[in-house]
């Protein structure tokens, strides 16, 4: 079973400019989250969605946003790109396992540097 | 508002004794607690998940972690430590409300404790 992939794996963008990162999650999971990793903030979360609708939220600014796809592969997008955006952007997917605990893989994540 | 600690930044143990990576947490209503592990080179990782039930959550790797409802604490365990557990832990609480929206249902990462297993 291929497991989480993310695309792109390396982005450089400019001060202004706006992206859009990919998720594909594991086939049947139907959660996708995303979280971004940096140096000084640490990780942080930014959105989970389930079967198209977004369930949680975490404290970032409206220029994150994300959506869930009928095939549930995910995106998200930065938009007004700051020097600070700069980050591993990570994406989990999730669904319950065999034995009923909740299983959760992650990406390798796409590595986003803002000059 | 929510907020994780974990109270050591570096935790050394043998190979073979029982390790414990601690956590504590803030939060108004009835707590998710989560688990990550974060190899070198390796990627993130989900280790365990408590949402209600049994205090003591299994895991994968065989770590399992308790949770101590009066002292706010869902610290890690292992009985019997190996060197290729040593990486970078992170305990994450979500609040569990009854709506989801705005920083209701966000998920608050700990700093992380860096485990590291000698032989």
């Known amino acids: 079973k291929a497991g989480v992939t993310q695309t792109p794996r390396y982005l450089i963008k400019t001060r202004g400019q706006q992206v859009t990162l990919s998720c594909s999650p594991i086939s049947g999971h139907r959660s996708v989250s995303w979280y971004q990793q940096t140096p000084g903030q640490g990780l942080q979360f930014l959105f989970e969605?389930?079967?198209?609708?977004?369930?949680n939220k975490g404290n970032f600014p409206g220029r994150f946003s994300g959506r869930q796809f009928s095939n549930s592969r995910s995106e998200m997008n930065v938009s007004t790109l700051e020097l600070g955006d700069s980050a591993l952007y990570l994406c989990?997917?999730?669904?319950?396992?065999?034995?009923?605990?909740?299983?959760?893989?992650f990406g390798p994540g796409t590595r986003l540097t803002v000059l | 508002a929510q907020s994780v600690a974990q109270p050591e930044d570096q935790v050394n143990v043998a190979e073979g004794n029982p390790l414990t990576v601690k956590c504590t947490y803030s939060v108004s209503g009835n707590p998710y607690l989560f688990w990550y592990v974060q190899y070198p080179n390796r990627g993130l990782q989900f280790l365990l998940k408590y949402i209600t039930g049994d205090n003591l959550v299994k895991g994968s790797y065989g770590f399992e972690a308790e949770f101590n409802k009066s002292q706010t604490s869902f610290h890690l365990k292992k009985p019997s430590a190996l060197v290729s557990d040593s990486a970078l832990y992170f305990c994450a609480v979500r609040g569990l409300y009854r709506n989801y929206g705005g920083s209701q249902g966000n998920l608050i990462f700990g700093k992380g404790t860096k485990l590291s297993v000698k032989p």
């Open positions: 989990a997917s999730s669904a319950a396992g065999t034995s009923g605990r909740v299983e959760q893989f």
């Open positions: 969605y389930f079967s198209e609708t977004q369930r």
